[in-house]
């Protein structure tokens, strides 16, 4: 059985960091590309950064870019999301998906995890 199990969200105010975890089990992140999407209120999901652990390709929504890192852990079967300075407009659940294609709509995924919660505050 496929899992996916985000961590990490919270509370935080403007300017703040916060780490998301996403620990897969019955797959390798090796040999899959993930991806952090996110969700707020009246809004569609959006892929926020995605990552091929297999040539460490990377790719991020322009409006993260330079704020957040995505990085991978094969040995833990990780994959990680760097959230700094982060914004008001960033508030949303986050969630992790594991697919084959990289950088692509969120229904192109296969395997989800439950989400986790980021609320900026000002």
């Known amino acids: 059985e496929v899992q996916l199990v985000e961590s990490g969200g919270g509370y935080v105010q403007a300017g703040g960091s916060l780490r998301l975890s996403c620990v897969v089990s019955?797959?390798?992140?090796?040999?899959?590309?993930v991806g952090w999407f996110r969700q707020a209120p009246g809004k569609r999901r959006e892929g926020v950064s995605y990552?091929?652990?297999?040539?460490?390709?990377?790719y991020y929504l322009d409006s993260v870019q330079g704020r957040f890192t995505i990085s991978s852990d094969n040995f833990e079967n990780t994959v990680y999301l760097q959230m700094n300075n982060l914004k008001l407009e960033d508030t949303a659940v986050y969630y992790c998906?594991?697919?084959?294609?990289?950088?692509?709509?969120?229904?192109?995924?296969?395997?989800w995890g439950q989400g986790t919660q980021v609320t900026v505050s000002s």
């Open positions: 019955g797959i390798s992140v090796y040999d899959y590309v």
């Open positions: 990552i091929r652990s297999s040539d460490l390709s990377t």
């Open positions: 998906a594991a697919g084959f294609l990289f950088a692509e709509p969120p229904e192109q995924y296969d395997y």
